[in-house]
């Protein structure tokens, strides 16, 4: 073997795979806090277990009459694990809450899994498979949804995974902070081509990113699609200013508070919006007939991305 070789042998075996957003230092930081109080929790049980093995062992003449009670021992052993794997779990749920948490700046990609491929759209309507572009540095949020099996969104080398389930919109944000190329895989045994259903990230920096993302785009955006669906379908018909039908302006509605028929109140996020217009009885707004049909069989998941995309777009009265 010559030298260059072992340095790239060297360089190949790492214990954690690459590291390349914001989250995964810290996710870093907490797996290996977890492997240390566990590894911890398990030599300590280690050598108790071996220690009573041969202190006890058959033939010796250690005492075995009663044990004499240490109260002080008992609870210190009882409550320093406790406290320690609350802390634990205190730790893991902010990080967690931070996953779900996103900026209001971040730039929005539309996902839609299918067997066996990513989808992905941006905001001015570029669209990609299998391939998606970021800028470095810039916190972008993803929506996302299946066409049909439950896929799962894993980028490794940003401590990233999500399910992608049909009939709803989960989603994660994140932060690139290297530039480069990372796998995308799913992460969810889908079908007999799960195993291919492969991609990966490219990151870039923001200028390049900017002249990339107008490259050869010819496509309105997403929200440009959505109003164009919303006067197609006849949503207009109903929602629009000045209609004769008494339904809920639906500009600025994203994020919204809404108060329901039944006495419930909701916060109107993308599930919300996705299930009122494909299940529209299931959450009446208090004040409105039920009138509204339901769009399911009419609507694709790309024309529900681009309708949320709209509404997204718009500002209601404050
Ligand atoms: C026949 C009239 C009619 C049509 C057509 C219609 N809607 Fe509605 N929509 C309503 C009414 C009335 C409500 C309020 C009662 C309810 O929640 O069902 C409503 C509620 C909603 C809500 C919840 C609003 C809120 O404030 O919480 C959304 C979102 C919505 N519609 C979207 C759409 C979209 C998108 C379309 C087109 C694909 C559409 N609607 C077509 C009448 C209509
Ligand atoms: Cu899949």
Redesign the pocket.
């Given at each position: 073997m010559n030298g260059d070789t072992d340095a790239r042998l060297a360089a190949s075996f790492r214990l954690l795979a690459q590291s390349a957003s914001s989250i995964a230092p810290r996710s870093d930081l907490l797996f290996t806090a977890m492997l240390l109080l566990c590894g911890a929790v398990a030599v300590g049980v280690c050598i108790t277990l071996l220690w009573f093995c041969i202190r006890y062992r058959q033939g010796s003449a250690a005492v075995r009459g009663t044990v004499e009670r240490k109260l002080g021992i008992e609870l210190a052993w009882t409550l320093l694990p406790l406290l320690l794997f609350i802390a634990l779990f205190t730790w893991a749920a902010f990080d967690f809450v931070r996953l779900y948490r996103v900026p209001p700046d971040a730039l929005p990609v539309y996902v839609i899994a299918k067997q066996w491929m990513w989808k992905l759209q941006h905001r001015n309507g570029r669209r990609e498979i299998n391939e998606l572009h970021v800028p470095l540095g810039q916190p972008v949020r993803l929506v996302m949804t299946s066409q049909d099996a439950i896929h799962s969104f894993f980028v490794p080398a940003f401590r990233l995974k999500q399910d992608v389930v049909p009939g709803r919109y989960t989603g994660l944000w994140f932060q690139a902070t290297e530039l480069g190329e990372f796998p995308l895989l799913c992460a969810e045994f889908c079908g007999s081509e799960h195993s291919a259903m492969l991609g990966r990230i490219v990151v870039m920096p923001p200028a390049d990113y900017a002249r990339w993302l107008d490259a050869g785009n010819a496509q309105p955006g997403p929200a440009q699609q959505g109003f164009a669906?919303?006067r197609q379908?006849?949503?207009?018909?109903?929602?629009a200013a000045g209609?004769t039908?008494?339904?809920?302006?639906?500009e600025g509605?994203p994020g919204?508070l809404?108060h329901?028929?039944d006495g419930r109140t909701?916060v109107?996020d993308d599930n919300?919006?996705r299930d009122?217009?494909l299940l529209?009885?299931k959450?009446?707004?208090a004040?409105?007939?039920?009138?509204?049909?339901s769009?399911a069989g009419?609507?694709s998941e790309e024309?529900l991305q681009a309708?949320l995309a709209w509404?997204h777009s718009t500002k209601g009265p404050p």
């Open positions: 669906r919303f379908l006849g949503c207009s018909g109903c929602h209609s039908v008494h339904a809920p302006a639906l509605l919204r809404v329901l028929q909701v109107a919300y919006i009122s217009i529209p009885h959450d009446v707004v004040g409105f007939a039920p009138v509204m049909p769009f009419q609507v024309d309708l509404l």
